[in-house]
Structures are given as structure tokens and as C-alpha cells.
């Protein structure tokens, strides 16, 4: 394994378990999936630049195009619920109610 595989895995994790561990406010796993998205981009544009190739090089920002969609995205959606339920906290929600 070599000292970049190492730090992305070392990157991809703590999003993964703070993802599972810590997702009852709707920011802080968010966050965990910004943390992910922005190791993947890392991992890919190190993949595109070890290859050498140009073809290698649209993926990532690819995915920070996608990364940025999903932040605007989630953002609309902490807010929506902040708004009308005046809480964050997925346990408080109750998304059968109109």
C-alpha cells in the first residue's frame, strides 16, 4: 500500500464513521458526506494524474460538479425543516405529517 492509498483511506474513513455515528443532526452528516466527496475527488485526481492521460482528467470535476449540486441540495434541505420545525435533529422530524 502506498502512502497515498493510505491517506486517502485514512481521509475516506472518519467521514464513513462519523456518517454512522453521528447523523441525528442533519448538518453534521452533511458534513461527513462533504468530507467523503471531497476524499473521492482527492482520490481521483491523483488516479487521473498517475495515469498521465487527459482522458482521466474529467472525472473529478465531474464529481466536484456533483459535490457542489449535493451541497446546494442538502443545504435547501436543513433549511426547509429548520423553517418550519425550528430543529435540525432528524429525531424530531416526523416526515408523515404534511
Not at 24 to 41: D, E, I, N, Q, V
Not at 47 to 59: D, G, N, V
Not at 60 to 81: D, H, N, Q, R, Y
Request: charged residues 10%.
Amino acid at each position: 500500500m502506498t502512502t497515498v492509498h493510505f491517506w486517502f483511506i485514512f481521509s475516506f474513513i472518519p467521514g464513513r464513521m462519523g456518517l454512522a455515528f453521528h447523523r441525528t443532526p442533519l448538518l453534521s452528516a452533511l458534513l461527513c458526506l462533504k468530507g467523503m466527496m471531497l476524499s473521492l475527488f482527492i482520490a481521483l485526481a491523483l488516479w487521473a494524474l498517475q495515469f498521465e492521460s487527459t482522458s482521466f482528467s474529467t472525472a473529478p470535476m465531474l464529481l466536484l460538479a456533483f459535490s457542489a449540486c449535493e451541497a446546494s441540495t442538502g443545504l435547501a434541505l436543513l433549511v426547509a425543516p429548520a423553517r418550519t420545525h425550528g430543529t435540525d435533529r432528524l429525531q424530531n422530524l416526523n416526515l408523515l405529517q404534511c
